[in-house]
């Protein structure tokens, strides 16, 4: 009789819990169990892992082996426990020292050959094991995504590999933690749009407070386009900002992008997308594009056009910056601190309130579009700014472009760096006990706010709202109170209170 032990990690949502792996050889009749909810693909390993076994040279014990996946009561699904069971049948033969895999974590999926496949979500799975002090060994396709958050990783291509290491005859050679340099955003240019000015202020305040926003305007406007600028203003991520991104990818199984590794996602799923593809879901579940767009940007353009239900779920991760998926088949919670940004237009056809183009869309055709943005939703939507049509001689005069992406993030930054040493979050983000610390204004202020209040009807919220983007109006101007014309503007861009 003999026992091995060696460690791995599970994979639910971006959370990456351990699992030990006990090996048993004992005398009867040859056989071969794993137990600890494992599922089938987990069971098919016993396959996969005698096949590559025989294929490397290693006599295939006729013994009674059982594989114990603890804990027991959590399940296990994917290949990735393939080369840690092959590994311990070995130790338990004594093919090399048990202690050798004391401090070590170990991923892969076994080919019939013995090679050794990639698998999906390892970054959260690295990211636990640096945390734990241990080093891992994963497959050469899986190294640069390791590497991004381990200094000791051994990347290896075939289990032959992997034994004569822990025997000691042919170390791997340790890969090093990956430093990547700081990355300017490679960015659409916010000077390549040609006037503007009112919808280019809104994206500034919008970007240095993590504002929600909406655009509405005639088609051709340049909504769509401000709003592919937002990620070009915003601060580049912070290292860990990257990496909780990158987590995502991982669990999805997709390449780590590498170049602009610091840049902050974009997301603009199309608006036949469901509720299920929005959030997430599916077997595992998996990650959607709130969370594709966590540290980012969501943009949703025709925000009239998508299914209702599938606005309505994004409510609660709106206000959580988390989603919790529960499904017949598990539960995932995944991260989704995103920045809002739709764009609509204004009725049916698009052109009202266009100088240059007649509308024929009727009063309540034009109601019943509007309709379909609740308005829960719409409460949760800091800033809506309507984008005209120019003038053509404002296009001419405005040839040369206005402010670059570049001169606005410093800006930007210099916002965010305040806000961060002040409350530790941006003012969209404000709970509200730090908003009334925060976010003081004087008797005027509020006098000003309460009677807009009463002419638009504003709620609870779209009150609390206004003051944390005027909030961000006076971090801009360097102001240490707010005051009342930050007030002003933060009212002048809800333009649909306005024409409730």
Not at 80 to 91: E, H, S, T
Not at 199 to 210: D, T, V, Y
Request: proline share 7%; with cysteine; glycine share 8%.
């Amino acid at each position: 009789m003999s026992l091995a032990i060696l460690h791995c990690r599970a994979q639910y949502g971006t959370d990456a819990p351990p699992v030990t792996i006990e090996v048993f050889l004992s005398g009867g009749l040859p056989a071969f169990t794993i137990v600890g909810m494992a599922e089938t693909a987990v069971r098919e390993s016993k396959d996969r892992v005698r096949g590559a076994l025989m294929s490397s040279g290693f006599e295939f014990p006729q013994q009674r082996i059982t594989v114990s996946l603890a804990p027991a009561e959590m399940k296990k699904s994917g290949g990735r426990y393939d080369l840690a069971i092959a590994l311990g049948i070995l130790a338990a033969k004594k093919q090399f020292p048990k202690d050798a895999l004391q401090d070590v974590e170990v991923y892969g999926e076994l080919s019939l050959s013995g090679d050794l496949r990639p698998v999906p979500a390892i970054l959260p799975a690295v990211l636990r094991a640096a945390a734990a002090g241990r080093c891992v060994i994963v497959p050469k396709d899986n190294e640069v995504e390791a590497s991004l958050a381990s200094a000791n990783v051994y990347p290896a291509t075939s289990l032959t590999e992997i034994t004569s290491h822990l025997a000691g005859k042919d170390p791997i050679v340790v890969v090093e933690k990956t430093d990547l340099a700081k990355v300017d955003p490679a960015s659409n240019d916010l000077a390549d749009v040609r006037g503007q000015q009112h919808a280019k202020r809104a994206l500034e305040i919008a970007a240095a407070g993590g504002h929600n926003l909406l655009f509405i305007g005639p088609p051709g406007t340049g909504k769509s386009m401000l709003a592919r600028r937002l990620p070009g203003i915003l601060p580049t991520m912070t290292d860990t900002e990257a990496l909780e991104t990158a987590a995502i990818d991982s669990v999805l199984g997709m390449p780590v992008a590498m170049n602009g590794w610091r840049q902050r996602p974009f997301r603009s799923p199309h608006h036949t997308s469901s509720a299920a593809a929005l959030v997430g879901g599916g077997p595992g579940p998996r990650p959607g594009e709130i969370s594709r767009a966590h540290n980012g940007v969501l943009f949703l353009d025709e925000l009239p056009e998508f299914n209702r239900r599938a606005l309505e779920v994004l409510r609660e991760p709106m206000e959580m910056g988390r989603i919790c998926i529960s499904r017949a088949g598990g539960q995932a919670e995944y991260p989704a601190n995103f920045q809002l940004i739709a764009a609509m237009n204004p009725c049916p056809c698009g052109y009202l309130g266009d100088r240059f183009a007649d509308c024929r869309c009727s009063g309540d055709r034009v109601a019943a579009y509007r309709r379909k943005i609740s308005g829960p939703l719409l409460d949760r939507i800091d800033l809506h700014v309507e984008v005209l049509r120019p003038p053509i001689e404002m296009l001419r005069l405005t040839a040369c472009g206005g402010e670059s992406s570049k001169t606005v993030r410093q800006r930007v930054e210099k916002t965010w760096a305040l806000q961060l040493q002040r409350s530790g979050i941006n003012n969209a983000r404000l709970s509200g006990e730090e908003q009334d610390k925060v976010c003081k204004a004087n008797d005027k202020c509020w006098a000003l706010l309460e009677t807009a209040g009463e002419r638009f009807n504003l709620s609870p919220r779209s009150h609390q709202r206004v003051l944390r983007v005027a909030r961000t109006i006076a971090d801009l101007a360097g102001d240490e109170k707010i005051m009342p014309p930050h007030i002003a503007e933060a009212l002048s861009l809800r333009c649909l209170d306005r024409q409730a």
